[in-house]
C-alpha cells in the first residue's frame, strides 16, 4: 500500500508500489501516468540490487510503445549497463533488455535467429505461456513487416495457440 511506505518510509515498499501503479496505468494505455510512476519506482530503488532492472525495462517499454525512440534508448542503455556490471548477461531480464536492444535499434540481422535460438525456446522451457506468446507474435511482427506473410502467419497461429492454452 503506497501510504503505508510512505508512512513506515519504507523506500523499497514504496518503490514496489510505484512499480505496480505504473503497470496498471499502461494496462489502461496512460503512458504519462505510467512513465511517472515507473520512474518514482526507480529513484526509491537501492542502485545496488538487481530489482532496479524492473521500472528501467518499464520505462523502455512505455517509451518504445508510444515512440518516445530517444526516451527508450536513454533508458535502455541504461538498463544495458547494469546488466554489465552485475554480469547478468544470462539472465530473463537480460534476454527482455535484448530483445529490446533490436527493437529500438531497428532490428539486425541477427534479431530473427535470437528469437528462434534463445527467447522462444527459454520460454518454452520455463513454460512461460505469456511471454511465449508475446514473443511469438513479436516475431510473427518481424515477418510481417518484412513482407514474410507465409511465416508471419505461421507465428500468429503459434501465438493465438499458447495464449488459447493459458
Known amino acids: ?73 536513454e533508458w535502455l542503455n541504461k538498463g544495458l549497463k547494469i546488466i554489465k556490471e552485475l554480469n547478468i548477461h544470462h539472465s530473463p531480464t537480460a534476454l527482455n533488455f535484448r530483445v529490446y536492444d533490436y527493437l529500438i535499434n531497428n532490428y539486425s540481422p541477427d534479431f530473427e535467429r ?18 511465449l506468446s508475446k514473443t511469438l507474435n513479436l516475431l510473427a511482427q518481424y515477418y510481417f513487416d518484412n513482407r514474410k506473410y507465409k511465416n508471419s502467419s505461421i507465428y500468429y497461429a ?7 492454452s493459458i
Open 158 to 164: 503459434k501465438a493465438y495457440s499458447v495464449l488459447k
Open 1 to 73: 500500500d503506497l501510504k503505508l511506505a510512505t508512512t513506515i518510509k519504507s523506500r523499497s515498499l514504496l518503490s514496489s508500489c510505484e512499480q505496480n501503479l505504473g503497470h496498471l496505468y499502461s494496462l489502461q494505455d496512460n503512458s504519462d501516468a505510467a512513465i511517472n510512476h515507473f520512474i518514482s519506482s526507480y529513484n526509491n530503488k537501492e542502485n545496488d540490487d538487481t530489482t532496479i532492472l524492473n521500472p528501467i525495462f518499464s520505462l523502455v517499454k512505455e517509451y518504445h510503445g508510444i515512440s518516445r525512440h530517444e526516451e527508450a534508448k
Open 114 to 131: 535470437f528469437l528462434v535460438q534463445t527467447v522462444i525456446p527459454y520460454y518454452e522451457e520455463k513454460k512461460n505461456k505469456m511471454e
